[in-house]
């Protein structure tokens, strides 16, 4: 989403297309617009808990918005001043490995039903954004390998041309 080259349209095409893939009929408008919410959301509940004498809140997937967002300036600037407290910086927050996969949930114990379809629910995203992460990976180390193979086309082409061009001056 942070590339600049990459059309946003095209990432959505393809989370609606493993969403599908999963069983949930999501079109990549009702993606990004659910994603968008979410995101407001989250921003919403981390402005109330940074206003002091606020109760903490907490949203829907707060947990896998505070991992993708938490560094993000718009939610935790990059630095800030304080004249009490000097240079504050960003907390660390989780890695997707730290959340639960299928593999390791089966051990878990009985919950509600409700619960249950809710966590279900995250760790399918979560495996979709892992999925879509690793499949970006192999995209664009294809991409830097093909931009390799013509680099190296293009400086033998040079090296040919060189070549011809000592040949003419040294006659």
């Known amino acids: 989403m942070r590339d600049p ?12 297309q493993k969403m599908i893939r999963q069983g949930y009929n999501y079109s990549s408008t009702k993606c990004e617009v659910k994603f968008k919410n979410l995101k407001q959301k989250y921003t919403k509940t981390v402005d109330h ?5 606020n109760e903490h809140k907490t949203c829907s997937y707060y947990e896998e918005m505070e991992e993708i967002f938490a560094l993000s300036p718009f939610v935790t600037p990059v630095s800030e001043c304080s004249s009490m407290e000097g240079n504050k ?12 996969t299928k593999e390791n949930e089966e051990g878990a114990k009985p919950k509600e039903k409700k619960e249950k379809n809710e ?24 991409r ?10 293009k400086m033998r082409r040079f090296d040919r041309l060189l070549d011809l061009y000592e040949k003419e001056i040294s006659k």
């Not at 808990?49 to 004498?53: E, F, L, R």
């Not at 390998?145 to 190296?152: A, F, L, S, T």
């Open 144 to 153: 830097m390998r093909k931009c390799e193979e013509m680099h190296n086309d």
């Open 5 to 16: 080259k990459q059309k946003k349209r095209m990432v959505w095409e393809e989370i609606s």
């Open 49 to 53: 808990n940074n206003q002091t004498g």
């Open 89 to 100: 910086k960003p907390s660390p927050s989780k890695t997707l490995a730290e959340y639960p």
């Open 119 to 142: 966590k279900k629910r995250k760790v399918d995203v979560i495996e979709v954004m892992r999925e879509y992460q690793e499949e970006m990976k192999k995209k664009e180390e294809e």
